[in-house]
């Protein structure tokens, strides 16, 4: 009852001095598991500051495995701020668990305190002397300016350098000796520099090859096939030679705040789907430009193939790849609808509807029309009866083209094992396919493998 009293009292004494009392249980945790090492809920310390904490002790980090938590809190429930440290420290679990290699630099403004308290395994290279020494040495006189950035950051620093110092190396596990400066440049270089040396034999490839266009009109016929090949040289070196860099070294040397490795890979997928919207919009422009006027039945083949391709690109970019889809399908009609005339007079020529259609199809024709294999359209000039069918395949049709007649009504009949597989040896399979047209069957021979042997029979 006393105690509750006594807390009362307290906590209405640092309400009246405007300072927030914290508990063990509602001090903010640093979120460490993603490399944000800092719990500042009064805003003592400037941004920039709680950057530069966090970068020097990921690097900390990733050498040595150990790792530093520094909290700021305006006021504690608790008369000894070394026992709330250490309750705290036990509380966040900093460091490894299996090494208790851990760190707690702890600051209290209200009544002012400064406390270091380490796991048993920093206690070796980090003793009490040590810590009173650099608490002393690089941060008192810097509290006492009120410059609470600098004296934070000097009392960091000494800590590493003392957590790096090689002579330490007996007293602490194994790989303490880079310095977290060096470890950044050793990962640029090595990441960087294959590489810049792998794009740089890229781009005197193309050059050789004449790859680099702005002009498709001018393409030869062979490059209009391959027409994603062709770029203009300042967008191939602008998307796939300096945006990676910059980005890449921008995310070594200046981001090191919460959600880096889910930055580092928002950053790479944005910069894939870039390139590849991109290369989608390259393309079209390319083919659009690439076909005589008239030419409709040939561009509309060759988008839908081109289309086709793109599905792919949906499964890892559902956005925007999903939502292109419509929009092909709604190009691709445009093409196939698109108004023609007629080669013989000139005259604008006429759809026929299904209806109408039959009576200038052939009866294989109507027959593939009915299973839907292929749908026909119709155009008629109705100046001078000039006609023509134009045929397109459907994509998800069981018939495929009769090897005999060569209308699309084959469908498969009958699937059986002639020779029958073994362990030792391979076996043969018959595919009878039949014409739904001319009647006639079609065989297809094909090897079956051999029967896999089951491992404990050996
Ligand atoms: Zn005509
Ligand atoms: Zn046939």
Redo the contacts with the bound molecule.
């Keep these: 009852m006393k105690q509750i009293f006594v807390l009362a009292l307290f906590t209405l004494y640092s309400a009246a001095w405007g300072a927030k009392v914290y508990t063990v249980e509602t001090a903010p945790k640093p979120a460490l598991f993603n490399k944000s090492y800092v719990s500042d809920p009064d805003h003592v310390l400037k941004d920039e500051t709680i950057r530069q904490i966090n970068k020097q002790i990921y690097f900390l980090e990733q050498v040595t495995t150990d790792q530093i938590a520094v909290v700021i809190l305006p006021s504690i429930n608790w008369a000894s701020s070394k026992e709330f440290a250490r309750r705290l420290y036990n509380r966040y679990r900093i460091g490894q668990q299996d090494k208790d290699n851990g760190l707690l630099i702890f600051v209290v403004m209200k009544p002012f305190r400064v406390e270091f308290e380490t796991g048993l395994g920093m206690e070796g290279v980090l003793p009490e002397e040590t810590c009173h020494h650099i608490v002393k040495e690089y941060m008192t006189p810097y509290f006492k300016e009120g410059d609470y950035d600098r004296a934070i950051l000097e009392g960091l620093t000494a800590v590493i350098k003392v957590l790096n110092d090689p002579q330490n190396k007996d007293a602490l596990s194994d790989g303490r000796t880079t310095d977290p400066q060096a470890l950044e440049k050793i990962i640029v270089w090595i990441l960087a520099v294959p590489y810049l040396l792998f794009m740089s034999v890229f781009y005197f490839v193309k050059k050789s090859k004449g790859a680099f266009t702005e002009d498709y009109a001018k393409l030869s016929e062979a490059k209009k096939k391959n027409v994603s090949l062709t770029i203009p040289r300042w967008r191939w070196l602008l998307l796939y030679f300096f945006l990676p860099l910059f980005f890449y070294a921008g995310m070594i040397y200046f981001y090191t705040g919460p959600y880096y490795t889910a930055t580092l890979i928002a950053g790479a997928y944005g910069m894939i789907l870039l390139t590849l919207v991109d290369k989608k919009s390259r393309c079209e422009k390319a083919y659009a430009g690439s076909y005589k006027e008239g030419d409709y039945f040939n561009q509309y083949n060759q988008f839908s193939r081109y289309f086709d391709n793109w599905g792919i690109a949906a499964i890892f970019f559902p956005v925007p790849f999903l939502f292109t889809d419509a929009q092909n399908n709604k190009k691709l009609q445009a093409i196939r609808k698109h108004e023609r005339s007629c080669t013989a007079c000139g005259t604008a020529m006429g759809l026929l509807d299904e209806k109408k259609e039959d009576q200038y199809l052939r009866k ?1 024709q109507i027959l593939e029309e009915s299973i839907k294999s292929v749908d026909y359209d119709v155009w008629l000039c109705p100046a001078c009866d000039t006609h023509y069918a134009l045929g397109y395949n459907s994509k998800f049709s069981k018939y495929k083209a ?6 699309k ?2 469908f498969l009949k009958s699937d059986i094992a002639k020779v029958p597989p073994t362990h030792s040896g391979s076996g043969t399979g018959e595919k009878t396919f039949q ?6 069957t079609s065989l297809e021979e094909y090897v079956i493998p051999p029967l896999a042997v089951a491992a404990n029979k050996v």
């Design positions: 294989s009769c090897s005999y007649c060569g209308t009504a084959s014409c739904m047209y001319c009647k006639k």
